[in-house]
């Protein structure tokens, strides 16, 4: 083995280079000692093999060079040595701010109470939609009231009562992320602040932040935007805000993360994606189970929407480890149980026609479904995929034997990665179906897997009496609620994406709402919306909030 090469890169992905007196520019000779060096890259040449080790450096560091981004650096006349280097490290540039990451230690770590700042983002312009009494009241309740901090709250308004779970809306990680955009923005009005993609779904959040000059640079779904606002169909086109990236502007990676390919770019770029990153440290445990599960030889099925940016964040992370696989539903499992069911003869032409544009890279289906273990998109439901992972399991039992389950199927954990905000939400709303209840009104945007997630438990329970809506706005009257039709499953876009339907099935006197909302939906939107519908019914048979609230105080 030869000696290695080393690369030096800033805190702004800037890597040190020399000039020659050719105008040519070559790998910077740098000193070994001092410094924390971690293996990127290899570089095979005639020469023979030598290791790319790579360290972090501050910006101010005592080095002698010229530091560039690497898109400057192909527009440069560069020496062999270094074009090489360059196309190794390319697959790997995605590495580079997380080096020397240990184990234990994430991206963004949840803030505490104390370490919540909740006045960079709450201010006489976004007060109403994230300041609620009542919710702040509920929640209050539940950290008191430790024995039965699980049961729902009721507020009574007279003519109409609201049964509220115990936990709803904001989940930690979509908190962190709203204080990490609302700080950026304030600390740096003199710069272009962009968000990879939405930095929640939820499009009030969203809207308040742009009216504060944050921009996006695509669509939730991928697509490059420009500037003003329009969806370019290539992202080649240079007037995508991609293109127009500058070392000067700040990215924010959202809580779902980002993709692999999207961190190489903004690196490539030299822009400083670290200190940015607002990745939910509950989707980066995912992350370091799948992780875990390949180095142990097991490939990893993601169980998400692969049009979730979430779930291509997972997808791409789990396949820099090794093979992944994408699997939306139960349906979707038993075709890959057919696949694993089939003989070697039919297994390619099987996995292609129900998995195209869902593996990774180089996946093979002869080989790469002996050993499976199952991570999901943490906002799903968890039933749903604990189902899967049974359904699996019998399949692996029938195919290899029971006592070799675990050798092809991880059954060392509990077997999800669910995160237990949504599972908090998810459960303490299987509480309060349990209750009367002539309505269920579910408050989200309209792409937020969770909230849907917690509408299918209301329409499983109550039917048409459950609604997905996205704010108060949704409510007209008591005969015209405008329910969402979230388009899950569905193999072609629904003919209407909104139906309107009365809020309650039939006439009743003094009804009882259950209301709750999604991990992105504000507090204030829940208050807007018990304000809506109040006003729907006599002035005079409403109960004023403060009655309410000093009621449901006293009742704690
Ligand atoms: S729903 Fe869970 S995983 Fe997603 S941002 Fe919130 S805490 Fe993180």
Known sequence: MMDPIRLLFNSSNHLLVTSSDDGSYTLAQVEPEGRNWHVLSELQSAKGRQSILCALVSEECDVTGEWHTIDRLKDLTLSGDLRQVLQAIDEQLYRIPYLGMGENEYIYRFRTTKERNRSVYIDGQSEALYQSALCLAIKEARRTKEKSSGEPAVLDFGAVSYVIPSHFGFCLGVQNAIERAYETVAQHPNRRVFMLSELIHNPFVNEDLLARGLRYLQTDKGLPLRADGSIATSADDPTTLWNQLTEEDIVIIPAFGATNEDKARLIRRGLSIREND???????????????????????????KSEHEETKATFSNSSSHGPALMLRNMEHARRLAEVIQ????????????????????????????????????????????????????????????????????WSKGKGDTLCYATQVNQDALHKAVEQSIDAALVVGGKNSSNTYQLYRVCSERFGEAAHYIQSEDNLRSLDSVRHYIFPYNLTAAPATVEEDRPLFKQVVDKPRILLTGGASCPDGIIQQVIHRINSFFPSD????????????????
């Open 342 to 409: 089939a003989e070697t003869s039919e297994k390619k032409a099987l996995f292609e026609a129900s998995f195209a544009g869902l593996y990774s890279k180089g996946f093979d289906p002869l080989k790469d479904l002996e050993r499976i273990a199952v991570v999901n998109q943490t906002t799903l439901l968890r039933n749903e995929t604990l189902t899967i992972i049974e359904y699996l399991r019998d399949v692996i039992a029938c195919k290899y034997g029971e006592s070799e389950v675990a050798e092809h199927l």
């Open 278 to 304: 607002a990745t939910c440290m509950l989707v980066e445990k995912v992350w370091k189970a799948a992780r875990r599960y390949a180095q142990e030889g097991y490939t990893v099925l993601i169980h998400g």
């Open 541 to 556: 048979q409403i109960r004023p909030v403060q009655e309410i609230l000093a009621a449901f105080r006293s009742d704690t």
